[in-house]
């Protein structure tokens, strides 16, 4: 008998760029519609105008494409980066200039010039002379024709798919004011020769016949346009730092290929291939260091000014740039696995998603148009029915329809969300998505790895003391050239702390490795050993033992270094605390922060690391796999923790916290692991994280308030006749502006 098993279609991820969406309505619509086909769930942001799709495995991209069409809109794959010749690599940036930016703009100028002589006409009775109304309609005319043709395209396509966007407020409320106008010149009184019209801030009452409201149609449609070209520029600048991101890198490179030097351009470079990287040129991918030494300016990735000294064995990352001598670089990671690659990637995830927050901005938007359409019905019947008024029922319709657009609404989170993740790539800090702002607002305690975290996870000598009669300079090269055959950790730093202070180190000879005790050999003619030999260490002289006493009272190890049966000096090794971590750990009391020191460590190296950076409570001696446990116990107690981590051993705990944070000095699992990346290893940089993370949701819910506010405070007043069509246009085009604007402060958090 056989048996089949039902295979599960894989999920498939894409992301579609999408086109002719005008407000956050419409991203709702086509989000909706995409999440109705089966398997499907997907996630548009109106800001970013992408679609982050996940389909079944049945499902094709051209059915999604499809699906968003019918919905009324255009979708189409992200193009592949198009490798760039030499003679085209001029230096100037070809996205400089926006096609479509450039048409808004010729359209805006244009309406603009032709709608200052119909408002000032309508607005300063002084002005107007005989006929001037058909001189105001003629100027009118190609403004809300050509001028508004983006809005009434739109509207009429939303029309044919039975939904109602921002466009179609703009669209009726325009055309009823332009279709009322030509009612009234030329079937009305309003055309006659002398003609005189007042203006009003508020809703007039005067005889329909000769009322025009051309100074509406134009006005609002210039003033919308005005808002749209400031909105649109807004949001391309709010998206320059991950542009800026994906465009660090180097386009060719000068690989190995026999000994002779070949260009090639960077997307044919494979892993394991050597390439020449000389002083001032960009390092075209992620490798390791095999000839040379230089310095290498690593701001454009981490934000520290300081280059970073590297020679043979050092690891490099793509797109930072060489300082000084030339470098033979061995490629280990290309492509989209490079750590420039993974920040753009990582960046752009957050772009695309959405906060709580938004999700509740959207819902409202879905369904805020079709309200507004039937207060402005409601308004103009109330009118009417109250005051047999036409003009005043229809002067406070037309206002109602026009401030009322959801446009800031739409644009509140992701505006501040784009500029917040690309400052915070600016600054080496990647934001894995929006959900983390909320979890920073939380947080009270920051548990903090000590290794790798508080510490730079290399055991270093700190302090070296000598027998009265000897020198230092000696113990140094004799323990040294002994220690430089070992490759325990201790040891290691022992013999690189030697080479530092005491220059080159002779040759050892007879070298043995007593397990767990020390080593010995010859050196210059000397019986040399160094470690924890018991011949040494029961007799070591006064001083001397009570250098040992302390170095190990300090959390510090203590290495016996002595010769010819007897000891000479005591070197103090220890994983060194960060310069930085004192001053980290203040910025994080700052920010209302708790911080938990958290080690495998025994309790004594832990206490005098929490000692020398300012942290009262330490849980030590904790096993890899405890260290979840620790956060639970944290969380159990009430507390919202935080949580510092870069070992493989981090990342459960990373995980379990309610926000994570990875040095991106540590490994992959951790950062996979945690919700916001360090890129560089300073532990201050965690402080900088959380208030980056803090501004960004402020600044969303600042926004919020405002627009929710604009529209709460605003649709009264002009349904109870309090605005001017005009004026409403006017507040409802920089109500976007304003949210924009207020994001892009962002971009100057230090």
């Not at 019209?197 to 051309?214: E, I, K």
């Not at 991950?242 to 026999?258: H, N, P, S, T, W």
């Not at 006493?549 to 049966?565: H, K, L, M």
Request: hydrophobic fraction near 45%; glycine fraction near 10%.
């Amino acid at each position: 008998m056989t048996t089949t098993t039902a295979q599960v279609p894989a999920t498939a991820e894409v992301e579609l760029r999408i086109g002719g969406m005008t407000c956050a309505s419409c991203a709702a619509r086509v989000e909706k519609k995409l999440n109705r086909m089966e398997g499907v769930t997907a996630t548009v942001n109106y800001a970013t105008e992408r679609a982050k799709v996940s389909y079944p495995g049945g499902t094709e991209v051209a059915d999604l494409i499809a699906t968003v069409v019918k919905t009324g809109y255009t979708a189409e794959e992200p193009e592949p980066p198009r490798e760039e010749t030499p003679a085209e690599n001029t230096g100037e940036n070809p996205g400089d200039e926006d096609p479509e930016l450039s048409a808004l703009r010729q359209r805006l100028l244009v309406s603009a010039l032709l709608s200052l002589p119909v408002v000032l006409l309508a607005m300063v009775p002084a002005l107007q002379f005989d006929n001037w109304q058909w001189l105001s309609l003629t100027l009118a005319s190609p403004v809300v024709v050509w001028g508004g043709l983006p809005f009434h395209r739109a509207a009429w396509t939303n029309a044919r798919h039975a939904a109602a966007t921002m466009d179609t407020l703009v669209s009726v409320g325009t055309l009823a004011a332009f279709l009322w106008s030509l009612w009234a010149l030329f079937l009305g009184d309003a055309g006659m020769p002398g003609m005189r019209h007042g203006f009003d801030l508020t809703v007039s009452r005067t005889d329909p016949s000769q009322t025009l409201y051309l100074e509406v149609a134009a006005g609002v449609t210039a003033f919308i346009l005005l808002g749209r070209y400031l909105e649109a520029r807004s949001k391309r600048r709010a998206g320059t730092a991950l542009r800026a991101l994906m465009e660090l890198g180097a386009k060719d490179v000068a690989v190995l290929r026999g000994g002779r030097e070949v260009r090639i351009p960077v997307s044919r470079l494979a892993v394991g291939d050597r390439f020449v990287v000389r002083p001032g040129e960009k390092i075209a991918t992620d490798g390791t260091v095999t000839e040379g030494t230089s310095a290498v300016d690593v701001s454009m990735l981490t934000g520290e000014s300081v280059p970073v000294d590297v020679t043979a064995g050092s690891s490099v990352t793509g797109a930072t740039v060489n300082a000084g001598g030339r470098l033979v670089v061995e490629a280990t990671r290309v492509g989209a696995d490079t750590q420039l690659a993974r920040m753009a990637r990582l960046v752009e995830d957050a772009q695309n998603g959405k906060a709580e927050v938004q999700r509740l901005a959207d819902r409202i938007s879905a369904v805020f148009v079709p309200v507004v359409l039937l207060i402005a019905a409601g308004t103009f019947g109330a009118w009417l029915g109250v005051t047999h008024d036409t003009v005043a029922a229809f002067t406070a319709a037309v206002a109602v329809l026009i401030i009322a657009c959801p446009c800031a609404l739409g644009l509140a989170t992701p505006t501040a969300l784009m500029v917040g993740t690309g400052r915070g790539a600016q600054l080496g800090i990647l934001i894995k998505g929006p959900e983390v702002l909320e979890s920073t607002r939380r947080v009270d305690t920051v548990v903090l790895d000590k290794t790798g975290t508080v510490t730079t996870g290399r055991m270093t000598l700190q302090e070296v003391h000598v027998a009265e009669g000897t020198e230092e300079k000696q113990v140094l090269r004799f323990a040294g050239a002994l220690e430089h055959a070992s490759e325990h950790p201790v040891a290691r730093a022992v013999a690189a702390g030697a080479e530092e202070r005491a220059g080159d180190l002779p040759r050892a000879e007879h070298f043995e490795n007593v397990p767990g005790r020390g080593v010995r050999g010859r050196v210059e003619g000397h019986e040399v050993a160094v470690g924890r030999l018991t011949e040494y260490t029961a007799a070591l002289p006064e001083e001397l033992a009570r250098a040992k006493e302390e170095a190990e009272r300090g959390g510090r190890t203590a290495v016996v270094v002595g010769w010819d049966g007897a000891a000479r000096g005591v070197l103090a090794v220890a994983d060194a605390v960060r310069e930085t971590s004192a001053e980290a750990v203040r910025e994080l009391r700052a920010l209302g922060l708790t911080p938990v020191l958290l080690t495998g460590d025994n309790r004594t190296v832990a206490e005098a690391v929490a000692d020398a950076v300012g942290i009262e409570r330490v849980v030590a001696e904790v096993l890899p796999e405890d260290k979840v446990d620790v956060v639970r116990r944290l969380q159990g107690e009430g507390r919202t923790v935080a949580m510092v981590g870069d070992g493989v051993n981090d990342a459960a705990a990373l995980a379990t916290a309610d926000l994570g944070l990875a040095m991106g000095t540590g490994t992959d699992a951790a950062i996979e692991a945690s919700d916001l990346t360090l890129v560089r290893g300073d532990l201050r940089v965690a402080a900088d994280a959380i208030r980056l993370s803090r501004r960004t949701l402020s600044t969303i819910k600042g926004n919020l308030v405002w627009a929710f506010g604009y529209n709460v405070a605003a649709l009264p007043l002009a349904a109870a006749g309090l605005l001017n069509p005009m004026i409403a246009g006017a507040a409802m085009a920089f109500s976007s502006v304003f949210v924009v604007t207020n994001s892009l402060r962002l971009r100057t958090f230090r």
